[in-house]
């Protein structure tokens, strides 16, 4: 039972390279969500999705895309790197977002 | 803004006292309310939750929250900690006006000293 699978593990850029982060579920959660984790300011809420085809801003969306083409992915996007997005990301998944989410085991991207 | 508050970053304990951490929100209406729980490099996961009902709910390894809708909060307590508690807690909410968005608080981070 993989549950949240996050890929890459680490990751460094250079500032203005793209890239993507990648998250797949096999709990066939309708509710996914991307949280980026940085000291002192607990989990913000970059986007979420509550089904396929459907995706929504969360608190701290700029510089940020997603697409949710599939129920089980739900892949992160990075437009241009920038310093300020070096950070822990995490993807959860649940089956709504008043559920239990279960957590991926993070990315941690650093961007120079 | 509307946000969900930790008003304790750091809390040091020694083993046996008592411990309550604080959460406040800015939602209004319905809300659900969580508490997880990040020990050192592993997942974050859920200790407790609460939907509607008795405000008093338990959760994981005798801890528990009390929810005071007039006071907008939720705090976790627990009576006497472990050094295993070592771990940082986050609150969080999802309010029905707010598109089902599972909103994090700050994150207090517990030392329970042996």
């Known amino acids: 039972n993989a549950g949240v699978t996050q890929t890459p593990k680490f990751q460094v850029l250079k500032t203005g390279q793209s890239m993507t982060l990648q998250c797949a579920q096999d709990?066939?959660?309708?509710?996914m969500s991307w949280y980026r984790q940085d000291p002192g300011m607990g989990l913000r809420l970059i986007h979420y999705?509550?089904?396929?085809?459907?995706?929504d801003q969360g608190e701290v969306p700029n510089g940020y895309n997603v697409s949710r083409s599939t129920t089980e992915d739900f892949p992160l996007r990075l437009l241009s790197a920038a310093p300020s997005q070096t950070s822990v990301y995490f993807c959860?998944?649940?089956?709504?977002?008043?559920?239990?989410?279960?957590f991926g085991d993070g990315t941690r991207l650093s961007i120079l | 803004a509307q946000s969900v508050s930790q008003h304790n970053h750091h809390v040091i304990l020694s083993e046996a006292a008592s411990l309550e951490l604080g959460c406040n929100y800015s939602y209004g209406g319905t809300v659900n309310l969580f508490w997880y729980v990040q020990y050192p490099g592993q997942h974050l996961q859920l200790l407790l939750k609460y939907f509607s009902g008795d405000p008093l709910v338990k959760g994981i390894k005798g801890f528990e929250a009390e929810f005071i809708k007039s006071k907008f909060s939720f705090n976790l307590r627990k009576p006497s900690v472990q050094w295993s508690d070592t771990a940082e807690y986050f609150c969080a909410v999802t309010a029905y006006n707010q598109g089902g968005k599972l909103i994090f608080g700050q994150g207090t981070e517990l030392s329970v000293k042996p």
């Open positions: 999705s509550v089904g396929a085809g459907i995706t």
């Open positions: 959860a998944s649940g089956e709504g977002s008043n559920q239990p989410q279960h």
């Open positions: 709990m066939n959660h309708e509710y």
